[in-house]
């Protein structure tokens, strides 16, 4: 799940009046990539882009408007793709926001792509998660089988790195290195220069993403 | 067995706002922000000290007053015993070598012209005591002791050269050039990627240990503050609103205003499901901050004594301290 914005993946969307297909449910699952969306204009009129509203008091209340004028307007007819609704807000205020995003989800009876690296909202608020690093899909799973056991060692180093707020944490998991290179990426798997699984064979064959089971995909050549 | 190393006493500071032109012809009175009111508290030698607060908390201000980078308004910092607001220009120099700050935003807070030597370099340069070959080898053992390594190359490299969580350990090794005794830490993790948190804290910890440091955090980030930190102070509008040990404050919270930023935190496991936030509105203005006890307006358990007389910080268990007249 990580977030770089010189990435451009070209995206394949059809797009039909007012409805985006929400790639995460279906089974060829296309690597997403969400700045492109942004560039579409309504009548799609489900995008919300809330990520480049300048992190001020006052827009904290405009965001809380935005969407509160977005369902007013029965703009979020189909999909409804919140793109990193909490960065930069404060703690309370985020949990405003996401109180009512879970309220317009019922009430609109809608589909919510969220997009965000905050691993708690994911758990709170989320039925599905697909986890992305360096513009793939490397996991993909139900909530709760993902934090339950998560099987790609990005996703399983990821979640031991996050301290806890509710319990004692005696020490982090290290993800080592740094965020990949996109314009010369990582040979075979990209996340093989940080895995602590990683074998020769990684750096020279690229995983596919594949079932494991029945609603999980894991990208990793430990599964393939 | 732990000492003081530092007493922050009733600091205050308030920030003037300028009226426009007509209205200040209008009317006369200046508007003032009350950014830290009456802040009192310790911070002893070896521990992580975190200051935890919203936007508009005072937190950050908190923190420039101690560092003197800004002058109070009233009140007082020592260190180790000595007002750090009397010093002379060259006592000052001397505690600016003890006292140092890592900032949040690693790309802003280096000079992108500046080779990550220079910028490391640079304290040993303004303090006037080395030779430029004794400056090079000390800026590499830097280098080495934050893990930017090889340290010869990084060296010449310039700060778009690395990436964020290599520029936060530059500006980690500059603050630790002088080999300071106190080290404050202003949200060092906050412009990180989510999956190098966890080596920017980790090396934290270490240097601790190591050079023997005592941090002062300033967070917003409440599951990292308890994950790093000794104690814990709670602020609200410029004000202290509860302050304990951190798993004391984590696990028992006694302010209506903590318990209400616990629970507003999504906890990352889908088993442990959250709470509703009883909090209504935003923070109000500092400029007019609410009478009495700032804190009553949005407070569910408010009553007629909270809006007319502000609590004083008191202890309300052992070592817990608490500005509420209904803390539990």
């Known amino acids: 799940m990580t977030r770089n914005p010189k990435a451009r993946v070209p995206i394949p969307i059809p797009i039909k009046r007012a409805r985006i297909p929400v790639a995460v449910a279906k089974s060829q699952i296309m690597p997403p990539i969400w700045g492109s969306i942004g560039e579409i204009t309504p009548p799609i009129g489900a995008f919300l882009n809330i990520r480049n509203m300048a992190a001020t008091r006052s827009t904290k209340a405009s965001q809380l408007l935005a969407l509160k004028a977005l369902y007013e307007a029965d703009a979020m007819k189909k999909a409804f793709i919140p793109d990193e609704p909490t960065t930069s807000v404060d703690v309370i205020i985020q949990a405003q926001i996401l109180k009512m995003l879970m309220e317009l989800k019922r009430k609109l009876d809608t589909s919510v792509l969220l997009i965000t690296h905050n691993l708690g909202i994911v758990a709170q608020l989320c039925d599905k998660i697909a986890v992305m690093y360096a513009g793939n899909i490397v996991e993909y799973a139900g909530t709760a089988a993902l934090f339950d056991v998560p099987k790609h060692p990005y996703t399983e180093t990821l979640l031991g790195s996050i301290p806890r707020l509710d319990l004692d944490t005696k020490s982090l998991k290290i993800m080592r290195g740094s965020v990949p290179d996109l314009i010369n990426p990582p040979s075979g798997c990209t996340f093989h220069p940080r895995c602590p699984y990683a074998k020769e064979t990684c750096s020279k064959q690229t995983p596919g993403l594949e079932a494991i089971e029945k609603g999980r995909l894991v990208k990793c050549l430990l599964y393939n | ?328």
Not at chain 2, 26 to 49: C, G, L, P, Q, Y
Not at chain 2, 57 to 65: C, E, Q, R, V
Not at chain 2, 101 to 126: C, H, M, W, Y
């Open chain 2, 1 to 328: 067995m732990s000492e003081m190393l530092l007493q922050i006493d009733s600091l205050t500071k308030h920030f003037l706002v300028e009226k426009g032109f007509l209205s200040s012809i209008v009317a006369k009175e200046s508007r003032v922000v009350h950014a830290v009111d009456e802040v009192s508290f310790n911070i002893m030698k070896d521990e992580t000290f975190s200051l935890v607060g919203e936007t508009g908390s005072g937190k950050t201000t908190t923190a420039k007053l101690i560092l003197r980078l800004i002058e109070p308004t009233s009140g007082d910092v020592r260190f180790e015993g000595r007002s750090i607001f009397k010093l002379e220009k060259d006592e000052l120099r001397r505690l600016r070598s003890n006292m140092q700050i890592v900032f949040q935003d690693p790309f802003a807070s280096l000079n992108p012209r500046e080779t990550a030597g220079e910028i490391i370099g640079a304290p040993f340069k303004i303090q006037g005591l080395m030779s430029k070959s004794d400056r090079r080898k000390a800026v590499l053992e830097l280098l080495n002791m934050v893990g930017l390594e090889p340290a010869p190359m990084c060296f010449d490299k310039y700060p778009h050269e690395f990436s964020g969580g290599q520029r936060q350990r530059i500006g980690i090794a500059r603050a630790l050039a002088l080999r300071p005794k106190f080290i404050v830490a202003d949200e060092p993790v906050a412009s990180l990627d989510v999956s190098i948190r966890s080596q920017i804290l980790d090396l934290m910890q270490s240097l601790k240990r190591q050079l023997k440091l005592t941090y002062l955090m300033i967070s917003h980030d409440l599951s990292v503050v308890r994950y790093m930190s000794d104690r814990v102070a709670v602020m609200y509008l410029g004000k202290i609103a509860e302050l304990a040990e951190a798993r004391k404050i984590f696990a028992s919270p006694k302010h209506p205003y903590t318990k209400a930023l616990i629970s507003a935190v999504p906890i990352p496991d889908p088993k442990v499901k959250m709470q509703d936030v009883l909090l209504k509105g935003e923070i109000p203005s500092p400029i007019n901050p609410p009478t009495g006890c700032r804190f009553h307006t949005r407070c569910p358990m408010a009553k007629d004594v909270c809006s007319e007389r502000e609590p004083a910080l008191a202890e309300v268990d052992r070592e817990h301290l608490a500005a509420c007249y209904f803390a539990q």
